[in-house]
């Protein structure tokens, strides 16, 4: 018994079968916890969606125009599609490493419900990149000219839009978690779903900048963090199952 | 009723029922596209503002309708695969995913070919058209991940689940994109939705879609009947169907399966 506990990484509630499971919540709580743990150990890899994120933004004055009126026409779009991809970018680790060394076995095996434990896996992937994306917009935004009001509702769009992301994205990491080459797969699995994300976002902010009212829009996007939330982590339990059955 | 939703369960059995159809749906769905596509081509009046050049739309029309159904049927498929597990639903998606792919190519096309004399551009970013290639971006999507993956049982539910995210998407990403659109420019005119169409346009039009959906029935079943055999490829009847008069490479004292 002593060599099997040695085989779960630390911090994964190790279960006695004899005694009571910890609640659900007491089990995504510690999940959870673990995760952002073993980001915050390693540092680079929290860093660099961030500094993706803030290269591809330099791009695009670089290479398309550095004029101030284009920049801030074009800016939301490009801190948009630059969070979009530096989010794609970070999915292919959201799985890997538990499948690889086996910790996702053990979580399928868990008395509770996967898909809940793919939802706490979500929302720690969210805290540590699409959260400091958002964080990091403001200074972006302002790089490119944008004025306060539009950054204050860009920064609203994609707190509400990257949770959408992280949550759409684990169906795709999911279900390419078994394979060699992942990553450009998921990009394209992922990359058509996540549209409507970007258009709503995008959207919002562009009726803001005409000086509409975008409360309608926000709620809008609030109905689809509501929708992926339910229905993500389902989809994306049931492929990781696939996943793991197929290895 | 219900014995017909077992007896789908037999590869055998499917394909030998697949094959007294085929040569119906392929011979109406011909009759009725081709006839469809002559009178609409030939016949049918000319448009008051678009003259001859709107008569694409009896291809159009049709590969666009066809192109959106399959993706429904392959989620009606996608469910059956994940919930009864039925191995002929997942040679279903399997089979039509490409066949998807192509007509959804082929109404992109035929509309820049439209757009061209009709709008003076070959692509504009409308509501229907950016749809559409999100569309074809899925079917491709779907083909990618059925083909990465080595294990076959493993493909068809992965697959399964990937085409069900996709079809909760799609009323999603219509609606963005028309609402994206009509943020920027005003709507561009749509000869599908008059509702004064002329039953002489009409009529044809109609034609042809019922002919284009036998004519997929036919290629469904075509590629479907193909997939079932390369699966079954070592089973006895496949062997009899591939040699016959007994040259059978499984040697076998039963019976020769009969009927096929």
Known sequence: MGKQESVVPAGLPILDPVAESPGVLRAMLALLRRDLRLSIRQKQDLLNPLLFFAMVVALFPLGVSPEASFLREAGTGILWVGALLATLLSLDHLFRFDFEDGTLEQMALQPQPLFLLVLAKTLAHWLVTGLPLVLLTPVLGLMLYLDGNSVAVLCLTLLIGTPVLSLIGSVGAALTVGLRAGGVLLSLLIIPLYIPVLIFGTGTVMAAGDGADVSGHLALMAAMLVLALVLAPFAAAAALKISLSAS | ?260
């Open chain 2, 1 to 260: 009723m219900w014995q017909f939703f077992h007896k789908l369960g037999s590869p055998k059995w499917f394909y030998g029922i697949a094959g007294r159809f085929m040569p119906w749906l392929l011979g109406i769905g011909l009759l009725l596209a081709l006839s469809g596509i002559v009178w609409g081509l030939g016949f049918a009046p000319k448009d008051y503002l678009q003259g001859n050049s709107y008569r694409i739309i009896f291809i159009h029309v049709p590969t666009a309708f066809l192109a959106q159904s399959v993706y429904l049927m392959m989620a009606v498929a996608g469910v059956v695969t994940l919930v009864w597990k039925m191995k002929l639903a997942d040679v279903f998606v399997k089979a039509v995913a490409p066949v998807g792919a192509a007509l959804t190519f082929l109404a992109l096309f035929t509309g820049a070919v439209w757009g061209q004399p009709t709008w003076g551009t070959w692509w504009i970013w409308d509501a229907r058209l950016t749809s559409m290639l999100i569309l074809l971006f899925l079917y491709l999507g779907v083909m990618a991940l059925g083909s990465a993956i080595a294990d076959e049982k493993s493909a068809a539910r992965a697959v399964a689940v990937l085409v069900l995210v996709g079809v909760v998407n799609i009323p999603i990403i219509k609606y963005s994109v028309n609402w994206w659109n009509t943020l920027h420019q005003p709507a561009t005119f749509k000869l599908t939705e008059k509702p004064t169409m002329p039953p002489e346009m009409w009529v044809p039009l109609l034609l042809v879609v019922v002919g284009l959906y036998l004519w997929f029935g036919w290629i469904a079943l075509y590629r479907m009947q193909t997939e079932v055999l390369r699966r079954e490829r070592r089973s006895r009847w496949v062997q009899d169907l591939m040699h016959p008069g007994g040259r059978s490479d499984v040697s076998s004292g039963g019976a020769r399966a009969d009927g096929v």
